[in-house]
């Protein structure tokens, strides 16, 4: 069992950067594939990025976005640079679960574990 809790999210001008943290409960942390989601008003949640043995990102944000983690801390973190208003959006980590493969890897069905969300704007 995995509790996440986002941080960090606020309100930026296009351009500018922002830096979320999620922070997580339990021993074994490094054990999991680590990933962040996004959801938009109106929009279905979709796939920013995820960190395990690789990192691999969306290509909507692929070069903007890093996915770092310190197992130390039981944290992983998403800097986001060059926003733009299309990065508005509530922004959830998550933990994988039993049904992550390869072709779930990416979707919301391969975790099982998620935060609370934190919401980023980005104005114009």
């Known amino acids: 069992q995995v509790q996440l809790v986002e941080s960090g999210g606020g309100l930026v001008q296009a351009g500018g950067s922002l830096s979320l943290s999620c922070a997580a409960s339990g021993r074994t942390f490094s054990t999991y594939v680590m990933a962040w989601f996004r959801q938009a008003p109106g929009k279905e949640r979709e796939f920013v990025g995820r960190?395990?043995?690789?990192?691999v990102y969306a290509s909507s944000v692929k070069g903007r976005f890093t996915i770092s983690r310190d197992n130390a801390k039981n944290t992983v973190y998403l800097q986001m640079n060059s926003l733009n208003p299309e990065d508005t959006a509530v922004y959830y980590c998550?933990?994988?679960?039993?049904?992550?493969?390869?072709?779930?890897?990416?979707?919301?069905?391969?975790?099982?574990?998620w935060g609370q969300g934190t919401q980023v704007t980005v104005s114009s």
């Open positions: 960190t395990g043995t690789t990192t």
């Open positions: 998550a933990a994988h679960g039993k049904r992550y493969t390869s072709i779930t890897a990416s979707q919301i069905a391969g975790y099982d574990y």
